[in-house]
């Protein structure tokens, strides 16, 4: 897993404004529920976000990075994996994920996203984003392979070598089928996520012809984006402004 229970995320630079949140239960198109959370910007948003956690599904840091996130004008969605194996009971730290990670399947992933995104347009169609974290930073990039309405995709130290059932393949073999603008950001002593990967994902995203920013920072580790990993708070600090600018500048009318 990323991170600990009581991890946190940095914050984000300059001005914040007001925010609500709220918890939800939403529902595919074929009937299944499973547990959301929903960060909403005190003032007109300008950009709707789904945010993809980590291996144990929606947890403490995803649903503060909503509300940073809302802070700043984007109206977020963080969305739980498990509903369909675990229910939407609140869960703490004896829960065994693994068992139910095992078994998920990328076209249940992707009707869950779909939920989530026909929740976020149902009062404003805004340029979306995806952003995820480990797993959920391989869903995002292969969720820019589908045909949805998405104005790019942003990973954390997102895996090359994890296989959903269902997809079409690992996420360095179908790189070249995303359709929209790509941010990786990566730590170069992640020890679970080579650099020679990093690199492949860059080439196989140029050979397709497909806008993007994939950054390392040497010497940072995985899950480095934590208001605990204070020895990274810079590259944590670069990150936000990343982030927030690849969301200003796919935002823009043509």
Same mark, same amino acid.
């Given at each position: 897993?990323?991170?600990?229970?009581?991890a946190?995320?940095?914050?984000a630079p300059?001005?914040?404004?007001?925010? !609500?949140? #709220?918890?939800?239960?939403?529902?595919?198109?074929?009937?299944?529920?499973?547990?959301?959370?929903a960060?909403?910007?005190?003032?007109?948003a300008?950009?709707?976000?789904?945010?993809?956690?980590?291996?144990?599904?929606?947890?403490?840091?995803?649903?503060?990075?909503?509300?940073?996130?809302?802070?700043? &004008?984007?109206?977020t969605?963080?969305?739980?994996?498990?509903?369909?194996?675990? &229910?939407?009971?609140?869960?703490?730290?004896?829960?065994?994920?693994?068992?139910?990670?095992?078994?998920?399947?990328?076209?249940?992933?992707?009707?869950?996203?779909?939920?989530?995104?026909?929740?976020?347009?149902?009062?404003?169609?805004?340029? !979306?984003?995806? /952003?995820?974290?480990?797993?959920?930073?391989?869903?995002?990039?292969?969720?820019? !392979?589908?045909d949805?309405?998405?104005? &790019?995709?942003?990973?954390?130290?997102?895996?090359?070598?994890?296989?959903?059932e269902?997809?079409?393949? /690992?996420?360095?073999?179908?790189?070249?089928?995303v359709?929209?603008?790509?941010?990786?950001?990566?730590?170069?002593?992640?020890q679970?996520?080579? #650099?020679?990967?990093?690199?492949?994902?860059?080439? #196989?995203?140029d050979?397709?012809?497909? #806008?993007?920013?994939?950054?390392?920072?040497?010497?940072?580790?995985?899950?480095?984006?934590?208001?605990?990993?204070?020895d990274?708070?810079?590259?944590?600090?670069d990150?936000?402004?990343?982030?927030?600018?690849?969301?200003?500048?796919?935002?823009?009318?043509?």
């Amino acid at each position: 897993m990323c991170y600990d229970t009581d991890a946190r995320p940095p914050d984000a630079p300059g001005p914040a404004g007001s925010a !609500t949140a #709220e918890d939800l239960e939403l529902t595919t198109a074929d009937g299944t529920r499973f547990a959301a959370y929903a960060a909403h910007p005190g003032a007109p948003a300008h950009a709707q976000l789904l945010i993809y956690p980590d291996v144990r599904g929606l947890h403490g840091f995803y649903k503060h990075l909503a509300m940073r996130f809302a802070e700043k &004008g984007v109206e977020t969605v963080v969305i739980d994996y498990f509903g369909r194996t675990a &229910g939407l009971s609140p869960r703490d730290d004896s829960f065994e994920f693994m068992p139910h990670v095992s078994q998920l399947t990328f076209p249940n992933i992707i009707s869950d996203a779909r939920a989530a995104l026909d929740y976020l347009h149902q009062n404003a169609s805004l340029p !979306t984003f995806t /952003l995820g974290f480990c797993m959920g930073g391989t869903l995002s990039i292969l969720t820019g !392979t589908q045909d949805l309405p998405l104005s &790019g995709v942003i990973a954390f130290y997102s895996g090359m070598s994890r296989r959903f059932e269902g997809s079409e393949g /690992l996420l360095l073999e179908v790189a070249h089928k995303v359709r929209v603008p790509v941010l990786g950001l990566y730590g170069g002593a992640d020890q679970g996520i080579p #650099e020679s990967d990093v690199h492949k994902l860059d080439e #196989e995203l140029d050979k397709a012809g497909v #806008e993007h920013d994939i950054v390392i920072y040497p010497g940072a580790p995985h899950s480095f984006f934590d208001r605990k990993a204070v020895d990274f708070a810079q590259e944590s600090a670069d990150s936000w402004q990343r982030v927030l600018a690849f969301i200003e500048s796919h935002s823009k009318q043509p």
